[in-house]
């Protein structure tokens, strides 16, 4: 056999590398890129695989004498400030670690106190954070919180009629190990008192992997069938998994201390029946013979003293999804139904009916959907976008609060995880950000708490710190067992500060006033009143603003947790095909909230404007520019800003980016918006002079097709080639920055109205749309209209229907708000007067906002009304021609729009 020799080596290893960075910086799933991390970092990550790694990361998990570092951590615990704390936990001794507080000091083993402090050192260790839960006020006064059901039910155990206090947490493989859950039931339980062990299995879920500390010990004949499976459970109740006997099988339970267990039967025709055996001794027998399969709850009180419980099954089938076990004295238990793979997808397999009758059986005081790793996972791969998980989270959260209404309930957002680097390094998952970013919004459009899971590791990238301690599995998405105690430990102990909290906050009675500092607010709404002395505010201008909380809770979410993209694209004519006003706007949010870079970018001509603003563009070759405007004919596919370039073959679009706010260590994220027609190849495009390959199928038909793609850097030059043999039409590209921040896209076409945007393809408009996933439209028409006759204004009002229409297709989760036009003038036999149907466009305009839902910004009375746009020239803010405003005033404009949108912002908390 013959072998490479020489040079023939060095080019197969030049090749090789060549197409390891193409790979790389492609737009693909991690787990199909040779160096996922090239696209963050770009130059350790190619320094790292072309040079050995002076020190690999271990293969397997390092192991840790975490007593010896216990030993060697002097502790230091911060106190809690119980002094106006109600009495149910006075008579904790103030000088105990507040991590232990209110436990029960009989309960406690010296064990307890062993295992807080080892887990304190691993915190410190790691870095890791005793992060808060959040926990929304859901009325005025704050009286009333998510978690208020819950910690009521707390106090009551302490009360003349205790109840069960019952959690039940929904989630995936993460909890079916039942480390984190288990230590945070153990400390519940050492807090409140135990009311047994809960739900339970027949038998682990994935039989013959994990513990089985959460099911029997069952003989091997049942049949296990999942709504994870290749064919997915149908009939699955909440559990998502359905246990059948078609023979004669048993499981067997610890029953000490146990007083009373409830079967989770499905009674069916020619149902069998369960014998139920306490040690050794038939105490019970139900019948699971029905006249159609429904769910039946079977409770049989169990001896005292009872050591052995044993489930029998008789006669024909018998499907048992689960017992719960308790102990009928006060105290907590928490249910653990974890199924490997779930999402909130998968979850919404489960038959929704039976879910709602066998979680309403629990009656449970608290749920925690403890979800979204799966998710975050599954959008790395590009299997969905986080639109679609967003939405699937909510279904999962709708269903939660029909089954259980009187509950409280909680979102606990994914841990941290990585991936591991071809040098032995791990990079984070960045999907993880986003699904906890839209879980903490989600969370106050419920009224749920939410609680952080990443930021109590540490932050993105504490996945690796915990790889170092020996506390995560090699895929970095499990925690070993100690690692998911302390993840337990520490949501255990965020639960507790909440209610210390909660009792610190509210230790008055409902409806009384806010304590001092605190704001009395109607959620989802801004407080206008005015305190005694007060200077009046200055006149607000935006209507409705409570239209704008979906868009709120985006920068909440931005602001708070430096989580995600908040994108808004603004949709007119001249006055946003300036950049002006919308340059000013983008600058004005960043400077608060964080830029993410310049946005969308119509196809074209050199312009000044854009070159000012750190963007260039040009032609070569032979190219056809044209509008909307200039064809009037209905239905043709327009870019966003109405425009389309149309290149012959040879013909080039060069546009640049220099972002500001971007740096070498940014990863750029760039679109392409072009039309695609049978028989013509894509174009050819290079960044930075290197060729990009595009790898798609010819196109069935003609239809717009945007192109996403990656590059290392902040700044970026682009060339888009037509490689024939047709007509190339190319509408625009977008530049964003992959780090949180605003977007502001301007799509204006100077002389436009809104039925001349209605007019466009609309197909091909929210492809476009939608690939831009905005968080907010900002409709910025009507002054065009307002020059037209008033038997005109029908035009108008019919055009916007169809734009509702598009925009919510596009972006069903997105927020409006439209901007009145700006006051015009039109010259009459030399004498300027009033524009001739202004008034009528503005109250037009105002009622379209409130048909569709959107806030209202009256522009024209912000300048001053009737005639303000002659003053405003005479201030050198306007132009001549009594319809433009010049650069200095469209600054100005926008300064007062994002004055008052900030200040209802500022104003702003969640809807309940």
């Excluded at 459970?233 to 201390?257: E, M, W």
């Excluded at 989600?442 to 109590?456: F, P």
């Excluded at 750029?668 to 290197?690: C, F, K, M, R, W």
Aim: glycine share 8%; aromatic share 6%; charged share 25%.
């Amino acid at each position: 056999m013959l072998l490479p020799s020489g040079p023939h080596i060095g080019w197969t290893l030049a090749a090789t590398l060549s197409l390891g960075l193409v790979l790389s910086f492609l737009p693909l799933p991690e787990a199909l890129r040779p160096l996922p991390a090239l696209r963050e970092n770009p130059k350790e990550t190619l320094l790292a695989a072309v040079t050995p790694p002076k020190k690999k990361k271990p293969v397997t998990p390092v192991q840790i004498d975490w007593d010896k570092e216990v030993a060697a951590e002097p502790m230091v615990f911060e106190e809690l400030d119980l002094s106006d704390v109600e009495v149910e936990i006075a008579e904790v001794r103030p000088t105990e670690p507040e991590q232990l507080k209110a436990m029960a000091p009989e309960k406690r083993t010296a064990k307890d106190e062993a295992d807080t402090r080892r887990w304190e050192v691993i915190i410190r260790k790691v870095e890791a954070a005793h992060t808060a839960v959040v926990d929304p006020c859901l009325d005025a006064d704050c009286s009333k919180t998510a978690l208020s059901a819950y910690f009521s039910a707390l106090k009551a155990l302490r009360g003349d009629e205790p109840k069960p206090v019952r959690v039940v947490t929904i989630g995936t493989s993460l909890i079916a190990s039942d480390h984190i859950t288990d230590t945070t039931r153990r400390l519940l339980q050492l807090r409140h008192g135990s009311g047994g062990l809960g739900f339970m299995f027949v038998d682990r879920p994935t039989r013959g992997a994990g513990r089985t500390v959460r099911s029997g010990t069952a003989t091997e004949g049942w049949n296990i069938e999942k709504i994870t499976d290749e064919s997915p459970f149908a009939a699955a109740g909440f559990t998502g998994v359905g246990f059948t006997a078609l023979t004669p099988q048993t499981t067997r339970y610890d029953a000490s201390g146990l007083r009373r267990a409830e079967l989770f039967v499905v009674q069916q025709p020619g149902g069998g029946a369960i014998e139920v055996v306490a040690d050794g001794q038939t105490i019970g027998r139900v019948d699971t013979e029905g006249p159609k399969n429904q769910h039946a709850l079977e409770r049989v009180g169990l001896p005292e003293n009872s050591k052995d419980l044993t489930f029998r099954t008789r006669g024909g089938p018998v499907r048992l999804d689960g017992v719960a076990l308790e102990t009928e004295l006060p105290g907590v238990t928490l249910d653990s139904l974890g199924l490997p793979g779930a999402t909130a997808q998968v979850l919404l397999r489960e038959n929704e009916k039976l879910f709602a009758e066998q979680l309403a059986a629990r009656s449970p005081s608290l749920v925690v959907l403890m979800i979204g790793g799966n998710d975050a996972f599954d959008m790395s791969l590009n299997r969905y976008d986080a639109v679609k998980g967003r939405a699937w989270m909510q279904q999962m959260i709708e269903r939660v609060k029909r089954a259980a209404p009187e509950s409280s309930c909680l979102l606990a957002s994914p841990p941290d995880a990585g991936i591991w680097r071809m040098d032995d390094t791990i990079a984070p998952r960045k999907q993880t950000q986003e699904v906890a970013a839209y879980m903490r919004e989600l969370a106050e459009k419920n009224g749920c708490a939410l609680w952080d899971m990443q930021a109590a590791m540490g932050g993105e990238g504490a996945i690796a710190r915990w790889w170092d301690a020996g506390l995560m599995n090699r895929d970095l998405v499990h925690p070993l067992a100690l690692g998911g105690d302390v993840l337990g430990y520490l949501f255990e102990a965020a639960l507790e500060r909440a209610r210390v909290a909660h009792h610190k906050r509210h230790g008055r009675r409902p409806g009384s006033s806010p304590l001092p500092g605190e704001k009395a607010r109607v959620r989802g709404q801004t407080s206008r009143r005015l305190r005694h002395g007060q200077t009046p505010p200055p006149r607000r201008y935006l209507e409705n603003p409570e239209a704008l909380s979906p868009f709120f809770a985006r920068l909440r979410t931005l602001e708070r947790a430096h989580i995600g993209r908040v994108a808004i694209v603004q949709i007119g004519a001249s006055h946003t095909a300036a950049h002006f006003f919308t340059d000013e706007t983008r600058k004005l949010l960043s400077d608060r909230f964080g830029g993410a870079g310049r946005g969308y970018v119509a196809a074209g001509k050199s312009s000044p404007r854009l070159e000012q603003a750190g963007v260039t563009r040009s032609l070569a070759g032979t190219w056809n520019v044209s509008d909307a405007l200039k064809q009037r004919t209905s239905g043709l596919p327009w870019g966003l800003t109405g425009i389309r370039a149309d290149g012959q073959p040879g013909a080039r679009l060069l546009m640049s980016f220099e972002e500001n706010s971007g740096n070498a260590d940014d990863t750029s994220h760039l679109q392409l918006h072009y039309l695609e027609q049978p028989n013509q190849p894509p174009p050819e495009v290079t960044i930075d002079g290197t060729l990009v390959p595009i790898e798609q199928p010819p196109a069935a038909e003609t239809g717009v097709r945007v192109l996403d793609f990656a590059a290392p850097g902040g700044k970026h030059q682009i060339s888009v080639q037509n490689v024939g043999p047709g007509v190339l039409s190319l509408y625009g590209m977008s530049h964003e920055l992959m780090k949180p921040g605003i977007i502001y896209d301007a799509f204006g076409l100077p002389g436009s109205t809104a039925s001349v945007f209605a007019a466009y393809d609309q197909q091909a408009l929210a492809v476009q749309l939608n690939a831009r996933q905005p968080d907010l439209f900002v409709f910025f028409f009507g002054t065009n209209e307002s020059a037209l006759p008033p038997d005109r204004l029908d035009e108008m009002k019919n055009a916007y229907p169809q734009i509702f229409k598009t925009a919510r297709r596009s972006a069903p989760d997105a927020a409006c708000l439209i901007l009145a036009p700006t006051d015009r003038m039109s010259a009459r036999k030399k004498v300027w007067k009033e524009a001739e149907s202004i008034t009528e466009v503005v109250e037009a305009m105002r009622e379209i906002a409130r048909e569709n839902g959107c806030a209202f910004w009256d522009t024209r009375a912000v300048m001053g009304g009737k005639g303000s746009i002659d003053v405003w020239r005479k201030q050198g803010l306007a132009h001549r021609d009594h319809v433009h405003l010049n650069p200095e005033g469209y600054r100005k404009l926008a300064g007062d729009l994002i004055s008052e949108l900030l200040r209802d912002y500022d104003a702003w908390s969640p809807p309940p």
